[in-house]
């Protein structure tokens, strides 16, 4: 993925896309057109419709849970805020991140209202422009900041509209899934059983493994290692002083081993490897 932007307007189906939870360094701005997707970022899970737009700083795990038999369309924006930050202190705009910083995640629900419209015209403009450009272009990079700014304005737009954010009455299921994960984000660095988190939380083994694949797309443990492995993504770059060996046991990994061969098989590069590479990108952006 580019550092700085990435633009995908209307994509179908998977696209190429991993649908693991997952995270990533970038805010994102996700626009969902139709289909079925039930959304699940960090403890919260979203049942969306048309018009939902989903704000994420992206360190935030997240995931999709779609019907493979049903379309899927949404356009997503990926940003630096880096890349954003010296134009945005210039105009003395910073509020249009702040809804990323301060609430990490969050729906706003526009029920295909004008400014939505506005919005998705903005972001397939946006995805042109990026297409068209061959990436050493300063008049394209200006012109997409720009465009970049008008998505945050119309976000910021949409966000002051009160009567599009209340929320929707989840059930039974929803809530018993929320808080198997919430309990998880809570305990991640300790041993943990499919067994031990249904002792817990005073339900059953087996309705805790069945609501929560329902609700979700995928395991228990799946999303407990998923939490580990975002935890340890982050230590290696804030705690370049400290051991793998203790970053492994501090985020809940029980031997060495088994987390370099986690770790490897889902970032696809050694822990040694993803730390040299998180510092050397910190350097290139003081």
């Known amino acids: 993925m ?21 995270s990533h360094q970038e805010y994102e701005v996700y626009f969902f057109h139709s289909g079925s997707c ?37 356009s997503v924006v990926h940003f630096s805020p880096h890349w954003i930050k010296s134009l945005l202190e210039e105009l003395g705009s910073m509020y249009l991140i702040e809804v ?89 660095m300790k041993k943990m059983t499919l067994e031990s988190i249904a002792e817990a939380l005073n339900l059953s083994k087996s309705y805790v493994s069945h609501v929560f694949k329902e609700m979700t797309g995928f395991t228990v443990m799946e999303y407990v290692m998923g939490c580990r492995l975002t935890q340890v993504k982050y230590s290696l770059e804030m705690e370049p002083d400290k051991s793998l060996h203790e970053i492994a046991h501090d985020c809940g990994f029980e031997s060495a081993s088994h987390f370099s061969r986690y770790f490897r ?22």
């Open 38 to 74: 039930r959304y699940l970022i960090h403890n919260q899970i979203y049942d969306l419709q048309p018009g939902d737009i989903l704000l994420m700083d992206g360190l935030t795990l997240h995931k999709p849970n779609i019907n493979p038999t049903v379309e899927y369309v949404r």
């Open 265 to 286: 098989d889902k970032v696809g590069v050694t822990p040694k490897e993803y730390r040299q590479l998180r510092l050397r990108k910190s350097q290139v952006m003081k």
């Open 100 to 188: 990323f910083q301060r609430l990490h995640h969050c729906l706003i629900r526009t029920n295909g209202n004008d400014e939505s419209k506005r919005l998705e015209e903005i972001i397939c403009r946006l995805d042109e422009l990026q297409k068209r450009s061959n990436g050493n272009d300063p008049i394209a990079e200006t012109e997409m900041k720009v465009l970049l700014i008008q998505v945050l304005i119309s976000v910021y737009r949409l966000g002051q509209m009160e009567s599009f954010k209340n929320p929707y009455q989840k059930g039974d299921k929803v809530e018993h899934a929320e808080n198997i994960a919430a309990y998880i984000q809570l305990n991640y």
């Open 2 to 22: 580019n550092e700085t932007l990435a633009v995908n307007y209307r994509m179908q189906g998977l696209g190429g896309y991993s649908l693991e939870y997952h």
